[in-house]
């Protein structure tokens, strides 16, 4: 085992996967000095312009090359700096990464992984820290990768790389600067898109989650126990393709469940699940579902603003009390 | 270095076949017999068949909602293609694109897309593609005088330049983006002028001279096949029929109509030919004629076709 960031990990996906397929390359803004946060670092030096490529501030022709790109037989791996900036070349992303390969009838592949910054925690504010999965989960077309640990970044973003469809990998950028070290293995392990990961096991309600939620429902976890009251912790770390059996078989198990995410409320990803349950494992429910999300507003600039915005231990608690 | 006459006599052939498609397209869609929209190409001709005379099959081109015309002349299937307008099973995308998104990948197609200037940053990255795998492969890009003003224009072409991409950016300008002028759209007189904002040749071209495009293009071809970057090409041209079918066309009058019927690079460049010595009356007809059969088989292959099975909307998402 070896002790890495979460940045790390990044870092170590992307090295490996340049080192083992020729036709991936990097493209996007300030890969000279490591991209947005430095998940690129050292690979120029070692792969060289034509492997890791900078460009302008043009993510319009960051995305639209790499669909090119890809449709004649590369495998790209843009950077798009964070997924606010989704806005800007949001028709690279809903009406060309998403739609080509179908109109076509399947001629069209692209191979395609989109990597962005996503959620809040840095005082970015509002342009620089939204979550956008809701609005990418609704896209059909798309794969959506949000992972939570540097043990999932890692697999997931080589598996991303090498899955031959386009997918956007979200990596949130409290953990990009966070110093946490954990441990991932020394040799080469991939994980498979689609499958969620029961962070803890619990069984009074099922907490659904993804990205810096997952830790925020951790801590949650150890304080609830002290309450008698276990919780069961799913990180999807997919949202499309979506891990339902997982959630619904937590849910027939505990009878409650509280979905929490950083996105603003309304038609976010927790909306999503929560409506999967409800059709499909209403009879289990022995509570109303509830969800632990953002207020419906940009985010804000200042600390305490922020803090007030971001969902955090103490709004799971009083969610999951609620429902005992 | 004259053309040769079999390529002459190839881009007369193409010309008139795209002309006998379009044909075909209004009269079964004023028929009712097309679903949604079809835009034609009619009257610009000269520059799909100019262009793709000049290109290999292992060159790629992208296209636009106006893209039968690029279809036709870069070795697509006119069967396929009018299936795809029916929506039938046996079109080339099965029924799931329609006229705006017929793509052959095969033949270098990368799609006609719906969204004006999309096909500028994606021939950008297939120029990219071709540089980084080491190939003398280029990328035309179709676009119209609409796409210039968008901001792929700008980013695509600006990306291009920096590289020194194997890219040609062909603007078809007939005039109008959409019902807008193009005199109206931008404050300059040639789109070819923002060359110079790039660092790039920016030449303008009579776009009913099929002979001045074939020129033009293979000397931007030969440019970027060497390495030497992209070009940016505007040929001055007009549509005889409306953005789309059934356009009432309000916003020009119909002498305006009649000047462009005028400037018909079929009959111009027919006359050419024979004047050349290269094809003689007769043999204009038996074109004529072979294409005509070709459009009519087409039709006929289009309309006994099944329809998809409505089950396969769920199919051909992902890999």
């Known amino acids: 085992m070896k002790k890495v960031t979460f940045l790390n990990a990044i870092t170590e996906a992307l090295d490996e996967e340049l080192k083992r397929d020729p036709s991936v390359f990097l493209i996007g803004e300030d890969l000279f000095g490591g991209g947005g946060y430095g998940q690129a670092l050292g690979l120029i030096e070692k792969y060289g312009p034509d492997r890791v490529i900078d460009t302008p501030i043009s993510e319009t022709a960051i995305l639209g090359s ?126 498979p898109l689609g499958k969620a990961d029961i962070k803890k096991e619990g069984s009074d309600v099922t907490v659904v989650t993804i990205a810096l939620m997952v830790h925020r429902a951790l801590a949650a976890a150890e304080k609830l126990q002290e309450k008698g009251i276990s919780i069961e912790v799913i990180d999807l770390r997919t949202l499309v393709p979506l891990d339902k059996q997982a959630v619904l078989d937590s849910v027939r198990k505990t009878g409650r469940l509280v979905v929490m995410t950083e996105e603003p409320k309304t038609g976010n990803s927790a909306a999503e699940i929560s409506a999967i349950v409800a059709e499909e494992a209403f009879d289990s429910l022995d509570a109303p579902i509830k969800r632990v999300c953002a207020p419906d507003t940009p985010v804000p600039f200042s600390p305490v603003l922020e803090k007030f915005f971001m969902p955090d231990e103490e709004d799971l608690i009083k969610a999951v009390t609620e429902i005992m | 270095m004259p053309i040769p006459k079999e390529k002459l006599i190839d881009m007369f052939r193409t010309m008139v076949r795209i002309r006998r498609f379009e044909e075909a397209v209004f009269t079964k869609f004023a028929e009712g017999e097309l679903p949604g929209w079809v835009h034609m190409y009619i009257g610009e001709e000269a520059i799909a068949a100019g262009v793709c005379a000049v290109l290999r099959a292992d060159d790629y081109i992208t296209s636009t909602h106006r893209g039968h015309g690029h279809i036709i002349a870069k070795g697509g299937g006119t069967d396929r293609m009018m299936a795809e307008l029916y929506g039938k099973k046996t079109g080339y995308c099965k029924g799931k694109g329609g006229s705006m998104h017929i793509a052959d990948v095969n033949l270098g197609i990368l799609g006609a897309n719906g969204i004006v200037g999309a096909g500028i940053t994606i021939a950008t990255g297939a120029a990219l593609s071709a540089k980084l795998r080491g190939t003398d492969q280029v990328a035309l890009c179709f676009f119209g005088d609409g796409a210039a003003n968008t901001t792929r224009f700008h980013e695509g072409i600006n990306f291009a330049s920096i590289r020194k991409l194997p890219a040609i950016y062909l603007c078809e300008n007939n005039q109008y983006g959409e019902y807008f002028h193009v005199s109206k759209s931008m404050n300059i007189a040639n789109i070819a002028d923002r060359g110079v904002s790039y660092g790039i040749p920016g030449i303008v071209v009579d776009g009913n001279d099929v002979i001045a495009i074939y020129e033009k293009v293979n000397e931007a071809v030969a440019r970027a096949r060497k390495g030497e970057g992209p070009t940016l090409i505007e040929c001055k041209t007009c549509r005889q029929h409306g953005h789309f079918e059934g356009d009432a066309e309000i916003y020009r009058t119909k002498e305006e109509v009649e000047e462009c019927k005028k400037r018909d690079p079929i009959p111009r460049f027919k006359k050419q030919l024979i004047e050349m010595k290269i094809l003689t009356e007769k043999e204009t007809d038996e074109i004529d004629k072979a294409a005509i059969k070709e459009i009519d088989d087409a039709v006929k292959f289009a309309k006994r076709s099944p329809d998809p099975d409505p089950m396969e909307t769920l199919e051909d998402l992902y890999v």
């Not at chain 1, 890809?70 to 998403?98: H, K, S, W």
């Not at chain 1, 001629?107 to 962005?116: A, H, S």
């Not at chain 1, 999965?133 to 609704?138: A, I, K, P, V």
């Open chain 1, 66 to 191: 790499s669909v090119g790109a890809a449709a004649t037989g590369l495998r790209p791996v843009p950077e798009i700096m964070y997924d606010d900036f989704a806005g800007v070349c949001g028709d690279e992303i809903i009406n060309q990464l998403a739609k080509l390969r179908y109109m076509t009838g399947g001629q069209i592949k692209l191979p395609v992984t989109v990597r962005m910054a996503t959620g809040a925690g840095s005082c970015s504010a509002a342009q620089h820290s939204a979550s956008m999965q809701g609005l990418f989960m609704s896209i059909p077309g798309l794969k959506i990768v949000t992972p939570a640990t540097a043990y999932d970044a890692k697999g997931l973003l080589k598996s991303a790389i090498r899955d031959d469809n386009p997918i956007l990998f979200l990596e949130h950028q409290f953990l990009l600067l966070s110093d946490e070290i954990s441990e991932i293995p020394e040799e080469e392990y991939t994980i």
